[in-house]
């Protein structure tokens, strides 16, 4: 298969839709069971923060598609790299699944954790069997409630209010 650039879309994903798009030949369930032990299609949601992370991943060759972007285009800083690729490294399938994902909200770090959990939930719905444990054990199936306390009324802050003055 040819290297992919930030230019040239993974073949068969154009962007993300609900609807699911005809498989290419290389994909035909033969081929995969041979090659991979019949990896399957997968979708999931990640939140973290205000982040949302609406992630699918497809067989291939490990090739991350984040908002029209490559992994290290969307995430230059090599620990949100590392954070989101856990899941694959944990269950030792790096690539093995094309990875297309649609993030909106919060920061770069929330959107990082949003994208694992993503992964993480996609990979256990595509093989709940073989996968649950081991993404259980590492902690990566479990939702990070928290979030930022809202601001309360008369106070400059969530818990911060005005410092007294006696003069």
Same mark, same amino acid.
Request: zero cysteines.
């Given at each position: 298969m040819a290297e992919t650039t930030a230019e040239t879309p993974?073949?068969?994903?154009?962007?993300?839709?609900?609807e699911?798009?005809?498989a290419p030949e290389e994909f035909t369930s033969e081929s995969l069971a041979s090659r991979f032990g019949d990896p399957q299609p997968a979708a999931?949601?990640?939140? +973290?923060?205000?982040? %949302? $992370? /609406?992630?699918?991943?497809?067989?291939? !060759? #490990?090739?991350?598609?984040?908002n029209g972007r490559t992994l290290e285009g969307y995430f230059p800083n090599k620990v949100h790299q590392q954070e989101v690729n856990e899941p694959f490294k944990v269950l030792e399938l790096?690539? +093995?699944?094309?990875? %297309? $994902? /649609?993030?909106?909200?919060?920061?770069? !770090? #929330?959107?990082?954790g949003a994208l694992r959990l993503g992964v993480a939930r996609a990979l256990n719905e595509a093989d709940a069997d073989n996968n649950r444990g081991p993404l259980k054990k590492a902690g990566f199936l479990t939702r990070d409630a928290r979030a930022v306390e809202r601001k309360k009324a008369g106070l400059k802050k969530a818990r911060k209010g005005t410092q007294y003055s006696k003069r």
């Open positions: 993974v073949e068969g994903v154009e962007e993300y839709t609900t699911t798009p005809e999931g949601t990640g939140r +973290r923060k205000n982040a %949302v $992370a /609406r992630v699918r991943i497809i067989p291939g !060759s #490990g090739k991350w598609k984040i790096d690539d +093995r699944y094309d990875i %297309v $994902a /649609r993030i909106n909200g919060g920061g770069i !770090s #929330g959107q990082a």
